[in-house]
């Protein structure tokens, strides 16, 4: 194949959770523009069915919008096998879906970190393992996770003081690694995005507050764009990547290289 083959996505299918906005929409927008054929899920189908209505009218696309707390493996289990019923199968799933908590670790509430882990890290599992299922039975598929650069290293603060956020994208890089050693034989391959700071409505409090210290992390001096995370999306769901698993891709201006 040559390049342009390789990054083509035509005819491919791909669940994006929490595909209605933010990061999700960002990256389901890639993958819709390399071909990919789409369904979206979120607790907030409505955003998602906007979102869906405007990548079908972009980009020419087939896009589904699906009601889905990721949490709920009954909610899970439905939208895998609606998209297989719709599509045949399953060739991609970026695990975007998540949640944060701003609280000091002394005052971190209990409810909002089983909230946060429930949403990051059980939610990321279920849907990597019904997809993963299905994987097998085709014989290979990707599989994307969001992770973040707060999942690589301590952060200060001042900057970021998330402790169950901050945990649950350390856990996602290990279960990432963890699937790709053990799914490669199946020609799976598991691999996660780590995202830097991009202005969404997760991020804009931490970016009000913080945002001096994180541009003089940032090696470039920037946030990040609606663009920015395209790239590596359709790189890492392309066969482009087929040799690549197990990889954490850090997409944060360089702020993990300082």
């Given amino acids: 194949m ?3 083959q390789l990054f083509d996505l035509t005819g491919k299918t791909a669940i994006v959770t929490g595909g ?18 789409l369904v979206l899920c979120s607790r907030k189908v409505e955003t998602c069915r906007e979102t869906a209505v405007r990548i079908e009218q972009d980009t020419g696309v087939t896009c589904h919008a699906m009601a889905c707390d990721v949490r709920n493996p009954d909610d ?7 998209s297989v019923e719709s599509y045949g199968r399953i060739d991609i ?3 975007n879906s998540g949640a944060s908590w701003g609280a000091p670790a002394v005052e971190m509430p209990f409810e909002a970190w ?17 997809v993963g299922r299905m994987m097998i039975k085709q014989g290979g598929g990707k599989i994307i996770n969001i992770a973040s650069v707060a999942g690589l290293s301590g952060t200060d603060p001042h900057m970021l003081d998330a402790v169950g956020y901050n945990t649950s994208k350390g856990a996602i890089i290990a279960l990432t690694k963890d699937l790709a050693a053990k799914w490669g034989k199946h020609q799976i391959r598991v691999n996660a995005i780590a995202p830097g700071f991009f202005p969404t409505k997760m991020t804009r409090d931490v970016i009000h507050h913080g945002g001096e210290q994180i541009l003089r992390r940032t090696s470039l001096g920037r946030l990040g764009s609606e663009s920015d995370l395209k790239g590596s999306a ?6 482009a990547s087929n040799y690549i698993t197990g990889v954490i891709l850090p997409v944060d201006g360089g702020m993990s290289a300082t």
């Fill in 20 to 37: 209605g906005r933010g990061l999700g929409a960002q990256i389901a927008q890639g993958l819709a523009e390399a071909g990919a054929n």
């Fill in 2 to 4: 040559n390049v342009r």
């Fill in 93 to 95: 799933l970026v695990n």
């Fill in 114 to 130: 089983n909230k946060v882990i429930d949403i990051n890290v059980t939610g990321t599992f279920l849907m990597s393992q019904a």
């Fill in 76 to 82: 899970v289990r439905r939208v895998v096998e609606e």
């Fill in 234 to 239: 359709v790189f890492l769901a392309s066969d």
